[in-house]
């Protein structure tokens, strides 16, 4: 829930590091293939306020798409899959009521 709510904060702007965001990438990094890679740039992007020659709308998309392409390599290496289903079961438990697709009548 912390990697996926830092996910949703990138939009807003730079998220700063945290504990629990520290905490939730060395858990995963631990349960995970090994590579470290996918996580250390997870770390940098999610802080990034900048690129060069890049416009303030520009700078967010790639933030946000960054910070989400390394969250789903993080996932799969621990065996997770980021389906529609699971994205809104979190969002269920970060208290947000909707109903997962699955669900929906």
Wanted: proline content about 5%; charged content about 30%; some cysteine.
């Amino acid at each position: 829930l912390v990697i996926d709510e830092a996910c949703h904060q990138c939009a807003k702007g730079a998220v700063k590091p945290s504990f629990s965001i520290r905490l939730a990438l060395a858990s995963l990094y631990a349960l995970g293939d090994g590579d470290k890679s996918m996580f250390e740039d997870f770390w940098k992007e999610m802080q990034r306020e900048e690129y060069p020659h890049a416009s303030p709308t520009h700078v967010v998309y790639r933030r946000v798409t960054y910070t989400r392409t390394h969250y789903n390599r993080i996932a799969r290496s621990v065996g997770v899959e980021l389906t529609p289903d699971f994205l809104a079961r979190m969002d269920r438990a970060k208290g947000k009521h909707e109903r997962a697709p699955s669900e929906k009548i």
